[in-house]
């Protein structure tokens, strides 16, 4: 004769919970290692001169705050803003 189970039972874990679950996974960890870097701008853009920086954060913006705000952050030069808008790159064509 079959014996019943006792206690309770987890359901069969399907291919597709797995895939979901390992999106998931690999989402978080990129979303939360933020290397700083300016997100969307060319390295030329950031490459404002100091005298010539316009403030695009707020007191205690952190590099992440300020890069998602479409900005660059530099903190090495004090007294001038240290998140600041890019520089437009401009296109010619003819």
């Not at 679950?21 to 950031?46: D, E, I, K």
């Not at 992440?64 to 001038?80: A, H, L, P, T």
């Amino acid at each position: 004769m079959f014996s019943e189970p006792t206690g309770p039972q987890s359901p069969p874990v399907t291919m597709e919970a797995r895939k979901f679950w390992l999106l998931v996974m690999v989402l978080a960890l990129v979303s939360s290692s933020s290397t700083g870097q300016y997100v969307g701008l060319s390295p030329n853009q950031c490459k404002v001169p100091a005298k010539e920086r316009v403030d695009c954060g707020y007191p205690e913006v952190t590099p992440e705050q300020c890069n998602n705000r479409g900005c660059c952050f530099d903190s090495s030069i004090s007294g001038v803003p240290w998140c600041f808008k890019p520089l437009q790159e401009t296109e010619c064509t003819f």
